[in-house]
């Protein structure tokens, strides 16, 4: 393991005014985006899609750090033969993979999921690197409901997180590790503060215990946030003293960079969150985004499958990355969403 290329490469994806595209949407989760534009999920029109958003040069240059790719999108050819992965290249950003395959039930715990996908990890890691992958990601899913989370749910995943960024950097990939703690439910901000405490914590002693160097990997977490749900939602300026005061009892210095999810927040809600967070600095690390439906959305509408609406899809992914590249640096002012509308 070269420790110094992987920190190298952790730094570049959490770069100042820039962050991180998660479009790395499974085949029935982008069916449901696709559905909600009047777009039929296929092959082709899945490759066009992409292509468009790593063709957005605006957005891709000076933006975007890196991309994490589906396993369809990353063998795939844009029109023109161009693998999707060189287009990401040539933009200045580092291609990236998703890796898990997906959750199950965990027994014995009603209503908790574990995600799976370690089995023969090493060799698929070994060709993602090959094809040019340069970091991966792992989702682990953490629900707030009556009686849970349990401790069990929370250690297996963090262990599966931790084997799983161990395989990651003995070949050579930064790991993106994602405990998202959802913020479906009616719980209040507190709650969620206290559940995404105890996950860390155990995230962190599990990555420890399985020695995978903390300077050569990623954090995607969710933000200390209310659930959808909750009567009583916080207010940005606490989702940010909340989330940042979270993070800094939990994550070690050593970690080059944190890059939230955005979780099922607005566009503009994920945005002024991450502008607060830095009005808070400064950090021990390195703080971005790493968005998909908060940067997709937009572009996606826009698009709506047809050829000739390509650029102004194109223009919504510009506006929506350069708005959250500016948050990344505390730049970003509510007002800049009104004039480009």
């Known amino acids: 393991m070269n420790l110094t290329?992987?920190?190298?490469?952790?730094?570049?994806?959490?770069?100042?005014?820039?962050?991180?595209?998660?479009?790395?949407?499974?085949?029935?989760?982008?069916?449901?985006?696709?559905?909600?534009i009047g777009v039929e999920s296929t092959e082709a029109n899945r490759r066009d899609y992409r292509e468009m958003l790593f063709r957005s040069k605006e957005a891709m240059s000076q933006y975007i750090s890196g991309v994490i790719l589906y396993d369809e999108t990353i063998w795939q050819d844009a029109k023109d033969g161009t693998p999707l992965i060189r287009l990401i290249e040539e933009s200045g950003a580092l291609p990236g993979?998703?890796?898990?395959?997906?959750?199950?039930?965990?027994?014995?715990?009603?209503?908790?999921?574990?995600?799976?996908?370690?089995?023969?990890?090493?060799?698929?890691?070994?060709?993602?690197?090959?094809?040019?992958?340069?970091?991966?990601?792992?989702?682990?899913?953490?629900?707030?409901?009556?009686?849970?989370?349990?401790?069990t749910a929370i250690s297996v995943n963090a262990h599966a997180l931790a084997r799983y960024a161990a395989l990651c950097q003995a070949a050579q990939i930064v790991p993106i590790v994602e405990p998202e703690v959802l913020m479906d439910g009616d719980h209040d901000i507190e709650r969620c503060y206290e559940v995404t405490q105890r996950v860390l914590n155990k995230t962190f002693?599990?990555?420890?215990?399985?020695?995978?160097?903390?300077?050569?990997?990623?954090?995607?977490?969710?933000?200390?946030?209310?659930?959808?749900?909750?009567?009583?939602?916080?207010s940005v300026e606490e989702v940010a003293e909340k989330t940042i005061r979270l993070l800094k009892a939990c994550v070690p210095a050593a970690v080059p960079g944190i890059a939230f999810l955005s979780g099922g927040q607005s566009d503009e809600?994920?945005?002024?969150?991450?502008?607060?967070?830095?009005?808070?600095?400064?950090?021990?690390?390195?703080?971005?985004?790493?968005?998909?439906?908060?940067?997709?959305?937009?572009?996606?509408?826009?698009?709506?499958?047809?050829?000739?609406?390509v650029a102004a899809g194109q223009r919504a992914f510009s506006h929506r990355a350069r708005m959250n590249g500016l948050a990344s640096k505390g730049e970003w002012q509510a007002s800049l969403e009104k004039k480009a509308a």
């Not at 209503?111 to 992958?133: H, I, N, P, S």
Request: hydrophobic content about 40%; overall charge positive.
């Open 5 to 36: 290329e992987l920190n190298r490469i952790a730094t570049a994806m959490v770069a100042p005014g820039k962050g991180i595209l998660a479009a790395d949407e499974s085949s029935g989760t982008i069916k449901k985006r696709f559905d909600a």
């Open 97 to 151: 993979i998703k890796v898990d395959e997906g959750t199950q039930a965990l027994p014995m715990c009603p209503g908790e999921l574990v995600t799976v996908g370690l089995d023969k990890l090493a060799e698929r890691l070994k060709k993602y690197y090959e094809r040019g992958a340069r970091f991966a990601k792992w989702r682990a899913v953490i629900d707030i409901g009556s009686g849970i989370p349990s401790m």
């Open 205 to 234: 002693q599990e990555l420890r215990e399985q020695r995978v160097a903390l300077e050569g990997m990623v954090l995607k977490p969710n933000m200390a946030i209310s659930g959808k749900k909750c009567a009583k939602q916080a």
């Open 269 to 309: 809600e994920a945005t002024a969150h991450l502008n607060a967070m830095h009005k808070l600095g400064p950090l021990p690390w390195g703080l971005t985004f790493s968005y998909g439906r908060a940067l997709q959305a937009a572009p996606q509408k826009a698009w709506s499958g047809k050829a000739e609406n």
